[in-house]
């Protein structure tokens, strides 16, 4: 049983107790950031904190767990008695089970996305005459699902191909004036990626039994900061406030699943409190938005950056973490 206590018991020990220990860390980030709230970085200094409060440990733990399988490390702590200059088996496979842990973890998430995207018909006459005469809508073509089944009035899913899902109830319900505007935003969120970035933020706090409670409100903060964002791309291209305030409305009427990041979706203030922002809003185009993209890409080239430098930490500062996690797994076998 010793032998195997470390794959076995290692990652769940990395989950409940290094992952908690990470979003400590992350809260007293954020309560920072909130001194940044006016500063159009504070956004996205949010998300990635949130996200890196469990990628960042986890990148650590798999790395470091990869160094200390490599012929001639140092194996004091392992169970299993094997020659130095061969791969010690125990850290291995703790990298594996981690490896296979956080991925799988993911996988609902994942085929749920793949299910909506792949449901529904393709539009009719006037979702591609509304496609076809917008310039906003015409990234949106051969994108647009009609749908049918139970779900969000519209939503963009899809991680690598984006695609946006319509009920056709909503459809009926809606103008061309608040369809062409609910379209205008949902094109916002295909534009930017979004469905991948609600992943791995509903990843990292799902991942993070601690994060899910510490760090929900901040979520919160990012999604509706997100969804204004979309919302003023829609106005600055061109769609009319108040008709995406209505689409808002319509949409918020369709039950749909707390976790969903469908238009219409949140608690009542924060869309009475969207629906206000709208009608404040002042079209026209302008150059926020280009800003906002560089200033994304370079935090998001940044982060994965550092997440290299996490990977590489363990190979030149030794792995005390992951040794006290093989020795708590240890000790926990042997009073099983």
Do not use: K
């Amino acid at each position: 049983m010793n032998e195997a206590a470390f794959p076995l018991l290692g990652p769940v020990l990395v989950l409940g107790l290094a992952l908690p220990l990470s979003a400590v860390l992350a809260r007293l980030v954020l309560l920072g950031v909130r001194r940044l709230e006016r500063r159009r970085s504070a956004s996205t200094v949010r998300y990635w904190t949130l996200v890196g409060s469990s990628a960042l440990p986890v990148v650590w733990f798999v790395s470091a767990s990869i160094h200390q399988a490599e012929p001639n490390q140092p194996h004091d702590v392992c169970a299993i008695v094997h020659h130095a200059e061969r791969w010690c088996a125990e850290p291995a496979l703790f990298s594996l089970a981690l490896s296979l842990l956080v991925a799988l973890w993911a996988l609902p998430r994942v085929a749920s996305e793949w299910r909506i995207a792949a449901r529904g018909e393709a539009p009719g006459a006037r979702l591609v005459a509304l496609l076809d005469a917008h310039p906003v809508l015409r990234e949106l073509r051969g994108r647009v699902r009609v749908s049918d089944a139970a779900g969000p009035a519209l939503v963009t899913v899809g991680l690598f191909w984006p695609r946006v899902v319509v009920q056709r109830n909503v459809l009926d319900e809606l103008d061309d004036s608040a369809l062409v505007a609910a379209l205008a935003h949902e094109a916002a969120h295909v534009r930017l990626r979004d469905p991948l970035r609600y992943l791995l933020l509903w990843w990292a706090l799902a991942l993070n039994p601690l994060g899910r409670w510490l760090l929900g409100g901040e979520r919160t903060r990012w999604l509706f900061d997100r969804e204004t964002r979309c919302d003023l791309h829609a106005v600055e291209a061109g769609a009319c406030g108040a008709a995406l305030a209505h689409a808002l409305v319509v949409a918020a009427r369709t039950p749909v699943p707390a976790a969903s990041a469908g238009l219409g979706s949140g608690s009542l203030p924060l869309i009475r409190l969207r629906v206000q922002l709208l009608l404040a809003y002042a079209g026209g185009p302008s150059a926020c938005a280009l800003r906002e993209a560089r200033l994304q890409r370079a935090f998001a080239c940044g982060f994965f950056l550092l997440c290299a430098l996490i990977a590489l930490l363990p190979h030149g500062s030794g792995t005390l973490p992951l040794d006290l996690v093989h020795e708590i797994a240890e000790a926990a076998a042997r009073l099983i």
